[in-house]
């Protein structure tokens, strides 16, 4: 790791400087990480008072419970719908916004600000305009003949909870798509343009390309929202109902811990979820100190 | 512009117009639904435009609360206070454990980069109930350590008569301090300012060594103003990231007094048998995002650099 040649004597004092934020590391971090991965190996009765070693039984029993594996399956599709919408939805803007040079930070402007809004808030009033009785949107849905009801039909929840999603986060993609595009020299589409390149042609052939470690960049920050960070627009809307339609894994492991109180299992669940987002961002550092090299 | 294309600048104004009318659109039915009185917003046909009852909504719920819950005020001032702390925390204890490591040569220097990186990979969500224990009960590794180490055996032995220690429980549930220091650990924060430390030119640092600066000066007078747009930017960033957050504040808080409004919002929707009072909360939500989206379009330019600059 990079240091500096110069700097200054001392050992108690630089201890003493990394000593909080390793302290809030090791109690809230480290140690419950290192809790759930010891209590999966346990079955706790309800009260706490007596346990007993059962191995990977936990581990074997989730991934024999169709249940888990259905919300598997779902966290991975509702993840690829809300990366792939609202990256394109992102990405078709900021190429818009980057042809109108002059007009691009008034675009910018207006397209940004809901970055700020909490999920749990888009996903509030995402339920309200898909209200059956009082929101717009199902309101004109009807109209044209599609009867909308979130409280009923489970692929409904599931596309409330993307949609909301999705409109949270198409200012982060806009924002950083824009500066990319932004990045790209001037240079190289004029010259394209000189040998006859159309706008078509430029995008697929130049655009993209150098766009490709943005683009790499907020596939895993956009999967990383999509898997955790959407916890609060489902908790706060549909409450991984009906039956089960939009439980993905983190909401599993709230309900099974926190409202069925079975700890092994939750800690089970942790575990892999700890695998997956170790997965994701050695991914993404992997990647991060190959790009230096572009 | 490349080359001319009328049709295509047309289209292209088309798409931005209809792409912002799109984004915008949520947030302007949120603000219409909170000028209307209740029984207005089930009749048809729904209402696009202002209503005359705002003032009354907002009134009602700062003061009052909704549906039983707290006075919204009390869940603004309850935010804030998070939101606050959440960033002064993870600024100045980031800032600390940059400039140990980046300046200093200390034993186990490697494995306290390697301590703050791993937080990266152990966001809340997967560690939920682990994480409300600690917080319920703090001294519980100190706990654990002494009963593994046997320490109650050791110190009857050593003072040569039986002694048995009893570590207190400490619980953070239902307070600031549990609502702010279990998310001040920023691994994020501290590689920025790490990045922004080792750009600062050697000479520098001859220079303030051979003037005698120690280094708690150096640290005072030289680094922190030299990284001070950077601590603007970043506390843009994480002000929104603490306003903003979730399932901790409804975790640690079940005393409703400490509920915060982006949470507290959730319980005006399910609030079981009561139907949701609708306008009351969309007043609530434009609330809750007005903080957070005022510091963006205030300080656009500092947030872009913000969020921009964590991707490195």
Known sequence: MAQRRTGFRGTLLPLMLVAPQLVITVLFFIWPAAQALEQGFYIEDAFGFSREWVGLANYRELFDDPRYLASFWRTLIFGAAVTGLAMAIALILALAANRVLRLALAYRTLLIWPYAVAPALAGVIWYFLLNPSVGIYANWMAAAGVEWNHYADGNQALALVIAASVWKQIS????????????????????????????????????????????????????????????????????????????????????????????????????????????????????????VVY | MIERRPILDFLTHLLLIIGVAAVCFPIWMTLVASTHEGSRLARDPLPIWFGTNGFETYSAILVEGTNGTVPVWLMMANSLIMALGITAGKIVISLTAAYAVVFFRFPGRMLAFWMIFITLMLPVEVRILPTFDIAADMFKPVRSLWDVLSGDVALSAWLGYEIKVEIPKLSLLNSYQGLILPLIASATATFLFRQVFLTIPDELVEAAKMDGAGPWRFFRDILVPMSRTNIAALTIILFIYGWNQYLWPLLVTTDADYTTVVMGIQRMVNSGEAEPIWNEIMGTAVLAMLPPVIVVLAMQKLFVKGLTEQEK
Request: glycine fraction near 6%.
């Open chain 1, 172 to 291: 982060y993609n806009f924002l950083f798509f824009l500066a990319g595009l932004q990045s790209i020299p001037r240079s190289l589409i004029e010259a394209a343009a000189i040998d006859r390149a159309g706008p078509w042609t430029r995008f697929w052939t130049i655009t993209l390309p150098l766009l490709s470690p943005t683009t790499f960049f907020l596939l895993v920050v956009n999967l990383v929202y999509a898997f955790f960070d959407t916890f609060a627009t489902i908790h706060a809307t549909t409450s991984g109902g009906p039956v089960d339609a939009t439980t993905t894994l983190v909401y599993r492991v709230y309900s099974t811990g926190f409202v069925g109180q079975d700890y092994g299992a939750s800690a089970a669940q942790s575990v892999v979820l700890m695998a997956l987002v170790i997965l994701m961002t050695t991914v993404q550092f992997r990647y991060v100190e190959r790009r």
